[in-house]
Nanobody
Framework: QVQLVESGGGSVQAGGSLRLSCVAY????????MGWFRQAPGKEREGVAY???????SYADSVKGRFTISQDNAKNTLYLQMNSLKPEDTAMYYC?????????????????WGQGTQVTVSS
């Protein structure tokens, strides 16, 4: 059974940083396209960042230059380093695993999902 467990969310002031982690159980993350998604209250879920084959990365325009996605295959863990956070980054953040969709830019299809971790950025 595939399980994804996120952590690292919290409350920070604008301009601050957070690092989200997503530990995978029951599958090897290097075998999947891995992604971070977020959903703010009253808004649709949106893709934030994706990584495939531990090398290819793709970002939403809203986070380019501020967020960095990475993975540690030895720890079977996905990360999202978030810098220069803005109030509009406030959302529940989810990690997901699935097939790669597209070339460049690409996204990851969400076949498996974590429960989410809350990020709140105050002005």
């Amino acid at each position: 059974q595939v399980q994804l467990v996120e952590s690292g969310g919290g409350s920070v002031q604008a301009g601050g940083s957070l690092r989200l982690s997503c530990v995978a159980y029951g599958h090897t993350i290097s075998n999947f396209c891995m992604g971070w998604f977020r959903q703010a209250p009253g808004k649709e879920r949106e893709g934030v960042a994706y990584i495939d084959s531990s090398t290819w990365v793709s970002y939403a325009d809203s986070v380019k230059g501020r967020f960095t996605i990475s993975q540690d295959n030895a720890k079977n863990t996905l990360y999202l380093q978030m810098n220069s956070l803005k109030p509009e980054d406030t959302a529940m953040y989810y990690c997901a695993a699935g097939p790669r969709v597209g070339w460049q830019p690409f996204t990851c299809g969400g076949k498996y999902w974590g429960q989410g971790t809350q990020v709140t950025v105050s002005s």
